[in-house]
């Protein structure tokens, strides 16, 4: 299925996509992007749908392409302090915040978010595979987050970050089960499938 460039008349449309909601170790981070009406790019779906390889070649394809883009990340702390869905919602407000022009439109990966300032939105389930500029931030926050998930891995090993970029994987798990849980991990998250009580 081709992607769409736009889903509004607005000029100025910007996508919107976060990446990590799922996982027990690191932020969430979310990108927005403004692309040209020009834009066309055939390898550019979903970030799920592409290899690390295709990803690292389409960010610095996208970042020289758009008309802005910027990304956020929202740390394991105040995922904890204002749980996952309201982290998730704050990143993408704090990258489309850093956005220059401002947007006109904004359109959104999933079914939930709150209104930023009094720009109008729509939400479009499954809309990283159906609108460039979403499937563009998708890839950014995907690969903003996996380069800082690489970065913290040096520090603790053990996890298998680098590989894993903290999603609950058995290796991951296992890791806690043995060596607990460390200052990047999500307290509030069932770190474990039988949870055991932890001691920080």
């Not at 690390?52 to 990304?71: D, H, Q």
């Not at 499954?126 to 931030?137: N, Q, R, T, V």
């Amino acid at each position: 299925m081709t992607l769409q460039i736009q889903f509004s008349s607005f000029d100025l449309e910007c996508g919107t996509d976060e990446a990590g909601r799922g996982c027990l170790a690191g932020p969430v981070t979310a990108a927005a992007v403004i692309l040209p009406l020009s834009f066309n790019n055939t390898l550019l779906n979903d970030s799920k749908q592409l290899s690390e390889k295709n990803r690292t070649i389409l960010k610095p394809l996208i970042e020289s392409k758009a008309v802005t883009f910027a990304f956020q990340h929202i740390y394991e702390t105040e995922i904890d302090n204002i749980n996952i869905l309201n982290a998730s919602i704050k990143a993408m407000h704090g990258s489309i915040e850093k956005l220059k022009p401002i947007p006109k439109y904004i359109i959104v990966d999933g079914n939930k978010f709150k209104p930023y300032k009094s720009i109008p939105y729509q939400t479009i389930i499954k809309g990283d595979s159906k609108y460039l500029s979403i499937a563009a931030a998708s890839v950014l926050a995907k690969t903003y987050r996996d380069e800082y998930m690489e970065k913290i891995h040096k520090e603790f090993p053990m996890y298998n970050w680098k590989q894993n970029k903290g999603y609950p994987t058995k290796e991951h798990r296992a890791a806690i089960k043995k060596y607990g849980i460390t200052k990047y991990h999500r307290k509030s998250f069932r770190l474990l499938p039988e949870q055991y009580r932890l001691d920080i």
